[in-house]
Structures are given as structure tokens and as C-alpha cells.
């Protein structure tokens, strides 16, 4: 099972990015998909979730969509309106069973992405 996230790179503040991340394996359509992120300095920190439903951390509400293509096996994270403090790596992660009320715990998903970096500049 590998996860292969893409799309980071450096935007201007206000700018947009989309991240993709292919998964390969096994078929992801049932599976939790999401994104978490790492700043330089801190914890990693939940963005974004999708099954059935889309969660997202409170930060990126209204600017960030997540969405996925189950025939391609990849899951998008649009963002819009940048902020410099969305500079991070980007994780791509999935699970097969993931506690609802525990959908922003990193420890839940089995499967991680190799990152994707984006940097947003004043």
C-alpha cells in the first residue's frame, strides 16, 4: 500500500495550490482519506478528512476543499486564499476504520504519504 502525494511548491499569499495524493495497492474507495500538515517547530496537525462525509480543522474552513476520485484512487486538497501560516509538509493519509469522533488523531491512520511541501510567502 503506498500513498504518493503531489502538487506543493511556493505561492504568493492569497494564491491557491491543489495537492493530490494517488493511492496504490489496494482499491481506497471504502477508506478514510485526509490530509495533515507539519510546520517547521510544531506537531502535526489534522486538515482535512473524507468518507462519506468531510471534516475539516477549523484553520482552513472556507478556504481549503477536500474531495476524492474513487476510479483513480486519489484524494485532492484544493486551497485558496493562502495564508503564510499554511506553510507546512502535507501528509496524505488513509485508513480502513477510523473512530468518528477521532477522525483528527494522526495515530488512526495506518497509511502516511511521503509529504508534499508548501510554502505560502508574504
Known amino acids: 500500500v503506498q ?20 493511492a496504490s495497492g489496494r482499491t481506497f474507495s471504502t477508506y478514510v ?20 462525509t468531510k471534516h475539516y480543522a477549523d484553520s482552513v474552513k ?10 483513480a484512487n486519489t484524494v485532492y486538497l484544493q486551497m485558496n486564499s493562502l495564508k503564510p501560516e499554511d506553510t507546512a509538509v502535507y501528509y496524505c493519509v488513509a485508513d480502513a476504520a477510523v473512530i468518528y469522533s477521532a477522525y483528527g488523531d494522526p495515530r ?12 505560502v510567502s508574504r
Open 108 to 119: 488512526q491512520y495506518d497509511y502516511w504519504g511521503q509529504g508534499t511541501l508548501v510554502t
Open 33 to 52: 482519506m485526509g490530509w495533515f500538515r507539519q510546520a517547521p517547530g510544531k506537531e502535526r496537525e489534522f486538515v482535512a478528512v473524507i468518507r462519506r
Open 62 to 71: 472556507g478556504r481549503f476543499t477536500i474531495s476524492r476520485d474513487n476510479a
Open 3 to 22: 500513498l504518493q502525494a503531489s502538487g506543493g511548491g511556493l505561492v504568493q499569499a492569497g494564491g491557491s495550490l491543489r495537492l493530490s495524493c494517488a
